[in-house]
């Protein structure tokens, strides 16, 4: 005999990534953003940062689509990273990671902007950031259903992951 049962399942916002990382003392600046149409100028090769030409006004900049979002940090030691990820990368992240968005429902679907915010910063947090033992339970957690002895189990993916790794370097220079 089958039975359905509800499963509670951890899930972060990418503003609780936010806090956690500033309360660390680690970040100076940890940001993210969507990006419009005509923002994005491309990436320089030689040092991987992205160029933007942000639309300074606010109504005028409500009116253009937005393509994709960027998460920015810099660390106390005065590194700094960005990592920007196209609508159509951040909806194969969607598919390939998440079976309720496959399904077509969840937080993909009911909140699209939120998880692409949550993804470009975990993403870039996991490959670039300062990871204290909160954050990396956070990460670990996050999107994971917890048995009694604080195992994760990660059924909304067949692969069992959290995230993935993205490589910016492997992103086209230009997107405009």
């Known amino acids: 005999i089958y039975r359905w049962v509800k499963q509670a399942q951890f899930q972060m916002g990418y503003k609780g990534f936010i806090q956690l990382c500033l309360r660390s003392g ?10 419009r149409d005509g923002e994005y100028k491309g990436m320089d090769r030689m040092t991987g940062e992205h160029r933007f030409e942000f ?3 606010d109504d005028q900049r409500k009116k253009v689509p937005v393509i994709g979002f960027v998460a920015y940090i810099k660390l106390t030691t005065g590194f700094h990273k960005s990592l920007y990820m196209t609508n159509d990368e951040l909806l194969a992240h969607a598919k390939k990671y998440s079976k ?15 998880m692409a915010k949550k993804t470009v910063l975990k993403l870039l947090i996991d490959k670039f950031g300062i990871k204290t033992s909160q954050i990396e339970k956070a990460m670990i957690s996050d999107q994971a259903e917890l048995d009694d002895e604080g195992n994760a ?7 069992g992951k959290a995230y993935v790794d993205v490589d910016p370097e492997d ?3 230009d997107k405009s």
Do not use: M, R, T
């Not at 969840?106 to 939120?114: H, I, K, N, S």
């Open 26 to 35: 680690k970040y100076e600046l940890i940001h993210v953003n969507d990006v």
């Open 55 to 57: 639309i300074e006004d």
């Open 100 to 114: 309720s968005f496959k399904d077509g429902y969840g937080q993909w679907v009911d909140d699209f902007d939120a």
């Open 153 to 159: 189990s990660y059924v909304d993916n067949k692969d």
């Open 171 to 173: 992103q086209p220079a």
